[in-house]
């Protein structure tokens, strides 16, 4: 390659990423997103022309997987935030985080904060903060996990440049360099969930970032919106994987009671079923089309489990992709069924379900009233046979 052509090639600006929308209705365009309101829809550029989707549910980059949970330092807010980076500073009521995805300090309320990791999470750590069994105790109390695995509870008082100013229960307060630190716990007790009121997006990022996000708009083939945990943002559309619309037209399963729950289990006591986990208590994970994808909404489920739900007659759709755990279900075959008042579905994909890409699922649901899901034993009885359910969702 002559040094001209070298030099074109380096300074050829990338192509705006497109995305297929997911609205209320049964087209799914592919195109440049021009526009988007969480209330109204999105607009994208489409080969055929410009195309409003309207009562937008999701947006997502086609053939880009879903990525995996991040793995080194983070910061996991109490709503469920989780954003790789670090540290910059901050004081008594914020903390000044870099994303990785970002050029600029984030100042973010502590008090939306769980927990700030800062080296990389033994890979045995749970999902859920909650469990984290360092922060653990009574009353609940604020913790500073050293690098050498000792943790020291007490009161937090802020942050310096450096360091955190802490007071262990029963000492005096002094300054900690974070160099010493691998992980910050805050007390869950004033922890706080800022879920708004109305329809909000959740990202999930090229890097394994996931954020909530308000009111977000598109210029310039990049996203500005305000983080529900403080800062005002802005992404570059190249960045994100996918955008979900929660407490719009849409409605989770995960975040529903089913009117009815049975669990069999192939010899002895069943496995409960989990809402946006695994069984397991793990990420959803999936082998789909475009690779594997960690799901960060769906359930759970293992043979046998009948879920029922009730309907009312409100909803059109039900979607999701349906398939064995990409990480524990390498061998597994379980039967898979779906009934709407009472009548099976017919979808033979999900008849002897076994090992490899999901099954994605759209069953129109107009004028039901009730919606059941049943994994059934398969030929192997229930050997590696962990039923997940991605994205699984109602449309109105």
């Given at each position: 390659?002559?040094p001209?052509?070298?030099?074109?090639?380096?300074t050829?600006?990338?192509?705006?990423?497109?995305?297929?929308?997911?609205?209320?209705?049964?087209?799914?365009?592919?195109?440049?997103?021009?526009?988007?309101?969480?209330?109204?829809?999105?607009?994208?550029?489409?080969?055929?022309g410009?195309?409003t989707?309207?009562?937008?549910?999701?947006?997502?980059?086609?053939d880009?997987?879903?990525?995996?949970?991040?793995?080194?330092?983070?910061?996991?807010?109490?709503?469920?935030?989780?954003?790789?980076?670090?540290?910059?500073?901050?004081?008594?009521?914020?903390?000044?985080?870099?994303?990785?995805?970002?050029q600029?300090?984030?100042?973010?309320?502590?008090?939306?904060?769980?927990?700030?990791?800062?080296?990389?999470?033994?890979?045995?750590?749970?999902?859920?903060?909650?469990?984290?069994?360092?922060?653990?105790?009574?009353?609940?109390?604020?913790?500073l996990?050293?690098?050498?695995?000792?943790a020291?509870?007490?009161?937090?008082?802020?942050?310096?440049?450096?360091?955190?100013?802490?007071t262990a229960d029963?000492?005096?307060?002094?300054?900690?360099?974070?160099?010493?630190?691998?992980?910050i716990?805050?007390?869950?007790?004033?922890?706080?969930?800022?879920?708004?009121?109305?329809?909000?997006?959740?990202l999930?990022?090229?890097?394994?970032?996931?954020?909530?996000?308000?009111?977000?708009?598109?210029?310039?083939?990049?996203?500005?919106t305000?983080?529900?945990?403080?800062?005002e943002?802005?992404?570059?559309?190249?960045?994100?994987?996918?955008?979900?619309?929660?407490q719009?037209?849409?409605?989770?399963?995960?975040?529903?009671?089913?009117?009815?729950?049975?669990?069999?289990?192939?010899?002895?006591?069943?496995?409960?079923?989990?809402?946006?986990?695994?069984?397991r208590?793990?990420?959803?994970?999936?082998?789909t089309?475009d690779?594997?994808?960690?799901?960060?909404?769906?359930?759970g489920?293992?043979?046998k489990?009948?879920?029922?739900?009730?309907?009312?007659?409100?909803?059109?759709?039900?979607?999701?992709?349906?398939?064995?755990?990409a990480?524990?279900?390498?061998?597994g075959?379980a039967d898979?069924?779906?009934?709407?008042?009472?009548?099976?579905?017919?979808?033979?994909?999900?008849?002897?379900l076994?090992?490899?890409?999901?099954?994605?699922?759209?069953?129109?649901?107009?004028?039901?009233?009730?919606?059941?899901?049943?994994?059934?034993?398969?030929?192997?009885g229930?050997?590696?046979?962990?039923?997940?359910?991605?994205?699984?969702r109602?449309?109105?």
């Open positions: 390659m002559t001209l052509v070298l030099a074109l090639t380096l050829t600006p990338a192509a705006p990423p497109t995305f297929v929308a997911t609205g209320t209705g049964d087209d799914m365009p592919t195109g440049r997103l021009t526009a988007i309101s969480l209330k109204l829809g999105a607009q994208l550029d489409t080969l055929t410009e195309k989707v309207q009562g937008l549910v999701r947006l997502h980059q086609p880009v997987p879903l990525p995996k949970f991040p793995t080194g330092p983070q910061l996991i807010t109490a709503g469920g935030d989780r954003l790789p980076g670090e540290v910059r500073g901050g004081d008594t009521k914020v903390i000044q985080f870099r994303p990785f995805v970002s600029d300090d984030w100042p973010i309320a502590l008090d939306t904060v769980a927990v700030v990791w800062l080296s990389s999470p033994p890979a045995d750590t749970p999902t859920d903060p909650a469990k984290y069994t360092w922060l653990a105790g009574t009353p609940p109390r604020d913790v996990l050293y690098r050498n695995g000792d020291v509870r007490g009161t937090l008082g802020g942050f310096t440049e450096t360091g955190v100013t802490f029963g000492g005096t307060a002094r300054e900690v360099p974070l160099k010493n630190l691998a992980a716990g805050f007390n869950p007790r004033f922890a706080r969930v800022r879920k708004p009121k109305e329809p909000y997006a959740h999930v990022l090229t890097d394994g970032s996931r954020l909530d996000v308000l009111g977000p708009a598109v210029k310039n083939d990049t996203l500005r305000k983080a529900i945990c403080g800062p943002i802005a992404l570059p559309l190249s960045k994100i994987v996918s955008l979900e619309v929660l719009g037209p849409a409605v989770y399963l995960s975040a529903l009671k089913p009117k009815h729950a049975e669990v069999t289990g192939f010899l002895g006591e069943g496995w409960p079923w989990a809402a946006d986990r695994t069984v208590g793990r990420p959803l994970r999936l082998l089309k690779g594997e994808s960690t799901f960060d909404r769906g359930l489920t293992h043979p489990t009948v879920l029922t739900y009730d309907l009312a007659g409100k909803y059109t759709r039900f979607e999701s992709f349906v398939g064995l755990d990480a524990t279900g390498k061998r075959r898979v069924r779906i009934k709407l008042d009472g009548k099976e579905i017919d979808l033979p994909d999900l008849k002897s076994t090992a490899g890409p999901a099954v994605f699922v759209r069953v129109d649901v107009r004028g039901a009233k009730e919606l059941t899901l049943i994994v059934d034993f398969g030929p192997t229930d050997v590696q046979a962990d039923v997940n359910w991605g994205e699984a109602l449309v109105e």
